[in-house]
């Protein structure tokens, strides 16, 4: 087990300058995700225009892990239909807690380096957290979601 | 913890300790094992570790219910250990001295107890903000049912609570003090003997969380005049699941059970049950016997310590740790008490509390990262979560050096 593969550059750099890491005061859609855990706190902000997502972005404050996917996750779907948003969350999900090694992990582009997160258990629910924030707004229109 | 000055003590044989403890001979991750997470749960000598299983081996039967030979041991072994508790802890009588799961049921045990039955509309329950939640949530789970009202004595920036405010909190609505005697988050000791004269000054009966000072410190209740003492075996050594609700056989008997079940009663018809006494009243059902048994083999192991000497060297680690964490850059200490136990919070300005926990376990170092089931005292320092390194009696002072060599390892990483 490599820490490197855990923090990779691009969790580093997400971390240290978080894309997308502002208010959006005329959202329509929001979430705040909480991990009681460990105290990480995000909030995320989403403009649907129709079934697109013409803007997103995210605040609040956590562990190197949650905000580089939080990062990640504004990077990648900003301008994604909100089913292709789901479908990207599905798959996430699925590398995150599937036990069997992720077949295309390529296919995920940057967010692949995510998967790091699979041989630290503790850590998923950090990895996961921004992405139950962005179900839980698209889904139910904005209540706190937990990793608990 | 504070030593007198004058007291002498003989060397402190850390090595002789840590042979005890077969569990710290092992590596993780390749390295040494650097165990500094004691104050979330420490480690048993291998004398308990042996009177538990020599228990499974030979003796386990139930309890106070047979009159068959094991039954008989397992009754002695158990009921051996409430007097060595007794005696440890200095206790009037074996009858205070309640078997619980551990320091939460034990606080949860009073506040249902005594205080659902006693406490009334605009009564208050006078806490601290450096309560861990399990002296903190089943008081407000009391005052949602009575009405009486959570009342929460202010710390210092220096994480002491603030003696002034809490004698004025301290009135005649006052109905019962809740306070630790150490903070697991910030290791901070409170003056309890002095709290609880104050208290009995107006007649309020005191409980205190001794979850964090009976690994580190032997407490009398006698000469504390505590009226409810509450601790769990786990964080001093002893087998998880069990621990020890003191309290004063007047208030005891005063309070109903908590439980309903067997061993607490003396006969049962359908329409009235008579209580048995003290203290199988508050033991209901069958009891972690083999953890009982565990947690009398844990006293006999501390009873052999010299506790002088055990201070000294946990306040030269306390020392050691705090003045090298200092030469960290971005670190800052949270929790600077004048009096405190060998328990060292931290933030670093680069790395979040919960990374460093995954980089420096990579080093083979154990710390806990988080709020220390603490939120206020996390809102109180502004911070959303700390890292946390907690020393036993058997750790040692080059072990500070590989948390540090760590920290830095994790400020490197993240530069
Ligand atoms: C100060 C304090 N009180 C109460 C508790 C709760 O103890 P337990 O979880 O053993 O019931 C702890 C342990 O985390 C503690 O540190």
Known sequence: MDLRDLYQEIIVDHNRSPRNFRKIDEHTHTAQGFNPLCGDKLIMYIVLSGDVISDISFEGSGCAISVASASLLTERLKGQTVEEALKTFEELHTVFTSPDEPEDLEALGKLGALAGVRAYPSRIKCASLSWHALNSALNSGGVTASTE | ?415
Not at chain 2, 84 to 103: L, P, W
Not at chain 2, 273 to 285: D, Q, R, V
């Open chain 2, 1 to 415: 913890m504070s030593v007198p000055a004058t007291v002498q003590t003989q060397e402190f044989d850390v090595e002789r300790i840590r042979a005890d403890f077969p569990i710290l001979h092992q590596q993780v991750h390749g390295k040494d094992l650097v165990f500094l997470d004691n104050a979330a749960s420490s480690q048993r000598p291998q004398s308990v570790i042996d009177a538990v299983s020599h228990y499974y081996m030979h003796d386990h039967a139930n309890v106070h219910r047979g009159v068959h030979t094991l039954s008989e041991r397992a009754t002695a072994a158990y009921e051996g250990t409430r007097e060595k508790i007794r005696s440890y802890i200095n206790a009037a009588s074996t009858a205070e001295i309640i078997f619980v799961r551990g320091t939460t049921e034990a606080i949860n045990l009073v506040a249902q107890s005594y205080g659902r039955e006693r406490f009334q509309p605009g009564d208050e329950i006078l806490i601290t903000w450096m309560e861990h939640h399990a002296n903190i949530v089943p008081w407000q789970m009391v005052c949602e049912k009575t009405g009486a009202k959570l009342v929460v004595a202010p710390i210092t920036q220096d994480g002491e609570l603030d003696m002034d405010a809490f004698t004025k909190l301290l009135t005649d609505k006052t109905k019962i003090v809740a306070v630790g005697h150490i903070s697991n988050a910030i290791g901070s000791v409170n003056p309890i003997k002095e709290i609880i004269d104050l208290a009995h000054k107006h007649d309020v009966p005191v409980l205190i969380d001794g979850a964090q000072s009976m690994p580190h410190t032997q407490v009398d209740m006698q000469a504390l005049d505590a009226d409810f003492f509450a601790f769990s075996s786990h964080k001093m050594f002893g087998p998880t699941g069990v621990g020890v609700l003191y309290g004063k056989q007047a208030l005891l008997d005063s309070m109903p059970p908590y439980q309903g079940g067997g061993d607490m009663i003396l006969a049962v018809d359908f329409e009235k049950t008579l209580y048995n006494e003290l203290p199988a009243k508050f033991e209901a059902g069958t009891p972690n016997i083999a953890g009982v048994v565990g947690l009398g083999a844990t006293i006999d192991y501390l009873n052999q310590l010299d506790f002088n000497a055990v201070a000294q060297h946990e306040q030269a680690l306390l020392d050691y740790a705090q003045e090298q964490l200092a030469t960290v850059p971005g670190l800052r200490i949270i929790g600077t008490a004048k009096d405190k136990a060998s328990v060292v919070s931290f933030v670093l300005d680069t790395v979040h509390a919960h990374d460093l926990g995954t980089i420096v376990d990579s080093e083979g170092v154990a710390i806990r990262t988080g709020h220390h089931c603490a939120m206020p005292v996390m809102d109180f320092f502004k911070v959303p979560a700390t890292a946390r390194a907690s020393f036993a009696f058997y750790n040692r002072h080059d072990e500070v050096d590989v948390l540090v060599a760590a920290l830095i390892k994790a400020q490197r990483m993240f530069a």
